[in-house]
């Protein structure tokens, strides 16, 4: 179980830095907007990836803390961080990268 822990507290690290980082450069988007006609096109893409990052953040944090509580739902729960990392997945896959 506490390898399970460590997982999911890495699942919560990569999540929330990843999250950060792209909020950071929504933010610089946002101010340059309307100079670069440009970045205002890739804002809604921008806009879902942070999402994506985010919602893998707040998974990984409900796996951590059902397993931490040993809530009944917990091996539910820790399958949740699957979601935002196959949207992710996708995400990238449709970029064509």
């Known amino acids: 179980m506490k390898y399970l822990q460590i997982l999911n507290g ?3 690290v990569t999540g929330a830095a990843m999250a950060i980082n792209l ?3 929504c933010l610089l988007y946002n101010v340059h907007a309307t100079s670069e006609p440009r ?6 893409r921008l806009y879902a990836l942070t999402g994506l990052f985010t919602g893998l953040g707040i998974a990984g944090a409900a796996a951590f803390l059902a397993h931490r509580r040993a809530w009944p739902a917990r ?6 961080p699957l ?3 196959a949207g992710i ?3 990238l896959a449709g970029l064509g990268v």
């Open 10 to 12: 890495a699942v919560i």
């Open 83 to 85: 979601a935002p990392i």
């Open 75 to 80: 091996w539910l729960l820790q399958a949740l």
């Open 23 to 25: 909020a950071v450069v």
């Open 89 to 91: 997945a996708l995400f």
């Open 39 to 44: 970045l205002a096109g890739d804002l809604p």
